[in-house]
């Protein structure tokens, strides 16, 4: 059994931080390419960022500058951090993990996600 779980998340006000973190746990042979999506109420989920297994990052233009995503290839395990957050990034947020259980058999996995606040 694979598991992502997050952690991090809550309420900050405008303009603060904060750092989700991923970690993939389970009968693991290799993960590609890790990544976090956000879904706001009444909204699409949406992708936030993704890096692969070397590194290459991606980011929707609304967190570009903003938000980092790293991960720890040792650990299974993704990071975001989140700068400058405004009222708009308040979501949801998910773990996605491209990754096989063995050389055979690559798989889209998904957290439970958690919640972001940003409120005065």
């Known amino acids: 059994q694979v598991q992502l779980v997050e952690s991090g998340g809550g309420l900050v006000q405008p303009g603060g931080s904060l750092r989700l973190s991923c970690a993939a746990s389970?009968?693991?042979?290799?993960?590609?390419?890790m990544g976090w999506y956000r879904q706001a109420p009444g909204k699409r989920r949406e992708l936030v960022a993704t890096?692969?297994?070397?590194?290459?990052?991606k980011y929707a233009d609304s967190v570009k500058g903003r938000f980092t995503i790293s991960r720890d290839n040792a650990k299974n395990t993704v990071y975001l951090q989140m700068n400058s957050l405004k009222p708009e990034d308040t979501a949801v947020y998910y773990c996605n993990a491209g990754l096989a259980t063995n050389p055979m058999n690559f798989a889209d996995y998904w957290g439970k996600g958690t919640l972001v606040t940003v409120s005065s």
């Open positions: 389970g009968t693991i042979f290799s993960i590609n390419v």
């Open positions: 890096i692969g297994s070397g590194g290459s990052t």
